[in-house]
Nanobody, 122 residues
């Protein structure tokens, strides 16, 4: 139901824009987020956005470099990534939550996309 795209190979300092589109149902009234998982590591929080798009929250490691946004009409979620670093290399997942409030814990999310790989070369 969620499809993430936009990953790829980029040099350090570069930018990428990830997209997440929904099919089969609307997530326009659900909190949504981006998470990532690097090889050998646990899935970690990147950014979340509330149902209206008026409130966002970022992991310290990406604050000031990444921007999460959503288009309720298009039923889509985005992650604009800038000043990319090799440590940003991971599979990035979009997710949606049934509950009203946002959360930075992956376990609190009910719907997940398949992930898109971002590789940042030094």
């Amino acid at each position: 139901q969620l499809q993430a795209s936009g990953g790829g190979l980029v040099q350090a300092g570069g930018s990428l824009r990830l997209s997440c589109t929904a099919s089969g149902r609307t997530f326009s009234n659900n909190p949504m987020g981006w998470f990532r998982q690097a090889p050998g590591k646990e899935r970690e929080f990147v950014a979340v956005i509330n149902w209206s798009g008026s409130s966002t929250y970022y992991a310290d490691s990406v604050k000031g470099r990444f921007t999460i946004s959503r288009d309720k009409v298009e039923n889509a979620l985005y992650l604009q990534m800038g000043s990319l670093k090799p440590e940003d290399t991971a599979v990035y997942y979009c997710a949606a939550r049934r509950q009203f409030y946002t959360s930075s814990y992956p376990v609190d999310y009910d719907y997940w996309g398949q992930g898109t790989l971002v590789t940042v070369s030094s």
